[in-house]
């Protein structure tokens, strides 16, 4: 009885055994084509956000490297060339002789040496004031034309600037030095019209001398006139002998 005990004992334990046992099953794969296309498609976005960064860098890059060059000043002055020229000229006018550039000293001078001959003048006065006029005139135009030979002699000075300046704007690498060579050719401008108008006021103060020595001698020669045709004090005839 107890041998049929255990053996129907074993093969319960059997059965247990063999219904707890199930065999190995092989784990398969499956693809998701919705997926994989979504991944792909982030992907996608991410490499291109990447890329507008890196372009957006590079443009700040360029717009800083920009920004340097319209700030860089301009290697290249001519001021000082240019302040010499001007001052040149100037030292020449301030050196004019005799009737300078002076309202004073031109209203004195009209009021006695060009002033109308007056008869209570002697022969010998007005025999000066003819050689002070004449002296002005002189001078007069030997300071107009020194004044034209230094203009002259600054064209040289003003064709080496303009040349500089020119070269130095067509190569400018920016706002701030095309703007600097701009401002100097413009004041290369004013010092050749400074010069110009040096030349103008020499050869016009050369002109009035001349003109106001014509005007006084007009005057003093009819002054001689009368005084040579006034009855007691005019020509008198006297021997003279020529020949030994």
């Known amino acids: 009885m107890s041998r049929l005990r255990r053996l129907a004992s074993a093969s319960i334990t059997a059965l247990v055994l063999a219904s707890s046992f199930k065999p190995a099953r092989a784990q398969l794969v499956v ?38 060059k319209n700030l860089a000043t301009l290697p290249f002055s001519s001021l000082l060339q ?34 109308s001959a007056s008869s209570v003048l002697s022969n010998q006065a007005l025999i000066t004031n003819a050689q002070t006029r004449w002296q002005n005139s002189l001078a007069g135009l030997q300071d107009a034309m020194r004044t034209q030979a230094t203009v002259v002699s ?40 400074a010069d110009l108008t040096a030349v103008i006021a020499a050869h016009g103060r050369a002109q009035n001398l001349e003109s106001a020595q014509h005007a006084a001698a007009q005057d003093q020669g009819r002054e001689q006139l009368r005084r040579f045709l006034t009855q007691g004090g005019g020509y008198q005839s006297t021997t003279v002998q020529m020949f030994h």
């Open 82 to 115: 240019l302040e010499q020229s001007i001052l040149r000229t100037q030292q020449l006018l301030s050196q004019a002789q005799r009737i300078a550039y002076d309202t004073q000293q031109i209203d004195r001078a009209f009021s006695t040496t060009y002033a």
């Open 31 to 68: 693809f998701d084509p919705n997926n994989y296309a979504q991944n792909v498609l982030t992907a996608a976005r991410t490499l291109q956000q990447i890329n507008n960064q890196i372009v957006s860098l590079q443009n700040q890059a360029q717009m800083l490297i920009n920004q340097a």
């Open 154 to 193: 600054n064209l040289g000075t003003s064709h080496t600037q303009m040349t500089a300046l020119v070269t130095a704007s067509q190569g400018a690498t920016g706002a701030l030095q095309a703007s600097q060579a701009g401002n100097q050719l413009l004041a290369l401008q004013a010092q050749q019209l």
